[in-house]
């Protein structure tokens, strides 16, 4: 060291600088143990901070898992309870009230049914429901085949139409879904045929009836020799009314060769009538009628010799003899009077 022109030394002896490079060695490893040991337990709060995070993750996955869980448990039987609601009121419009037997226990509550077991009450309760509804439906489905029968209707060719233009993979499907399928087949076969059961002209077309010549072969008024005459014959005053004997559409009204002037009338089915000889109408082609509608007025006009009505029943473009329409038995009007009430405001048209 240099003061005031005198140079001094000091000397710093080898022990001192053993000490003093030790304490400097220590205070070095001191820190950086502490730096490893802050580093070491950052390390693990970070980890534990994910692990907790991960928890955390994992908990609110099945939580939001068991909330849909529930939500699609409450959301399918709410669906099943609404298909219940629309088999009650098939009920209700195909057999005027719901039969408790067929109708099944009612469906537990929520709180007393855990959700699994909710939908199987739902889902076997509706299986039994529409077993036992496609059973009286097949049994009404047989009376109106029976009364088809009797008026020489072929009732499969009316409820049984072969489909065209179908086909696929079979691919199954569950028990209720089979029930449903086959109960909306039974009810749409009971449909066709007690629709076709309303076509049937059973209404009397003019009253009182009194016949002055049958369906069948007779001796023609005008050549005297022997014809095939293709209905009935009912007497009457000129202008009386005629009446439409069941429901349909009117396609002719007019002159038509030895009719005279006639209303033709499409009862849907394949079966029409035909009322010839008329004064009058009141009805036009394209009209919708109703059993029982005047639609024309009893006259004279064509190959006639007096008033009266021609009375024609046609079955496939074929004649047939109309009486046994106008003396159908209780049995079969009662079927038709029941048909006729489920189809209340329609027309009894395929």
């Known amino acids: 060291m240099r003061s005031n022109g005198e140079v001094r030394f000091v000397r710093i002896s080898t022990g001192l600088q053993l000490k003093a490079a030790s304490v400097v060695l220590f205070a070095l490893l001191l820190w950086l ?4 040991i802050a580093f070491v337990q950052n390390a693990l709060v ?5 692990a ?3 928890r955390a993750a994992t908990v609110a996955r099945s939580a939001n898992r068991v909330a849909a869980f529930h939500n699609s448990v409450d959301g399918i039987a709410d669906r099943l309870e609404q298909r219940q609601q629309q088999l ?3 009920v209700r419009h195909y057999f005027g009230r719901i039969d408790p037997a067929a109708a099944g226990k ?5 709180a007393a049914v855990p959700e699994a077991n909710r939908l199987a009450a739902i889902e076997q309760r509706q299986i039994a429901f529409a077993g036992a509804l496609s059973e009286a439906a097949s049994a009404r489905s047989r009376k109106a085949e029976s009364a088809l029968q009797h008026f020489g209707i072929n009732p499969h060719a009316v409820a049984e139409p072969v489909p065209e233009g179908v086909g696929g993979p079979l691919i199954p499907v569950s028990d209720s879904e089979a029930a449903l399928l086959q109960l909306g087949q039974t009810l749409n076969r009971l449909d066709r045929l007690e629709r076709a059961l309303l076509a049937l002209p059973s209404n009397l ?9 049958t369906f069948g072969v007779r001796s023609d008024p005008f050549t005297h020799g022997a014809a095939m005459h293709t209905g009935l014959d009912i007497r009457g005053q000129f202008g009386q009314p005629i009446y439409a004997a069941a429901a349909g559409r009117v396609v002719r009204a007019g002159p038509w060769s030895g009719y005279g002037n006639v209303v033709v009338i499409d009862h849907g089915h394949g079966i029409e009538t035909r009322y010839g000889h008329l004064s009058g109408f009141t009805c036009r082609p394209g009209m919708i009628v109703r059993a029982g509608d005047q639609i024309a007025r009893m006259g004279s006009t064509g190959r006639s010799t007096g008033n009266h009505l021609h009375f024609e029943v046609r079955i ?3 004649a047939v003899n109309p ?5 159908a038995s209780s049995d079969v009007l009662e079927i038709k009077a029941g048909a006729g009430r489920r189809f209340a405001g329609g027309l009894g048209r395929s």
């Open 46 to 50: 970070e980890r534990e901070r994910a």
């Open 33 to 36: 143990g502490a730096t490893a």
């Open 106 to 110: 009612p469906i537990a509550s929520r």
């Open 88 to 90: 009650d009121n098939m």
């Open 52 to 54: 907790l995070s991960a």
């Open 323 to 327: 009486r046994p329409f106008l003396e």
């Open 205 to 213: 077309p003019a009253t009182p009836v009194m016949l002055s010549s």
């Open 316 to 318: 496939n473009g074929r």
